[in-house]
Nanobody, 118 residues
Framework: QVQVVESGGGLVQAGGSLTLSCAAS????????MGWFRQAPGKERELVAQ???????YHADSVKGRFTISRDNAKNMVYLRMNNLKPEDTAVYYC????????????WGQGTQVTVSS
């Protein structure tokens, strides 16, 4: 069983920055694909960014150029640096993990709230 715990959410003004952190358990963390998702009120959960074990990344078009996903395998940590935040970025952000390069994310955190005021 892999445990995933997010932190770093909060309230920020539009144009501001936040960094979300995600701690994952497991001796084989470096082999996991890690993702950040978000869910705004009344909307479906969407993939924001993901990073594969080899370091390749994907960022959704809506956040490309503003958000950056990264990982530190020595610390079993994944980060989401969010710059130039917009009110539409307001959501609960979830960290998730999966084994392998493809397939569904299996392990989920409890989520952290990010609120961007205009």
């Amino acid at each position: 069983q892999v445990q995933v715990v997010e932190s770093g959410g909060g309230l920020v003004q539009a144009g501001g920055s936040l960094t979300l952190s995600c701690a994952a358990s497991g001796r084989t963390f470096s082999t996991y694909c890690m993702g950040w998702f978000r869910q705004a009120p009344g909307k479906e959960r969407e993939l924001v960014a993901q990073i594969w074990s080899g370091g390749s990344t994907y960022h959704a078009d809506s956040v490309k150029g503003r958000f950056t996903i990264s990982r530190d395998n020595a610390k079993n940590m994944v980060y989401l640096r969010m710059n130039n935040l917009k009110p539409e970025d307001t959501a609960v952000y979830y960290c998730a993990a999966r084994r392998g390069v493809a397939g569904p994310y299996v392990y989920w955190g409890q989520g952290t709230q990010v609120t961007v005021s205009s």
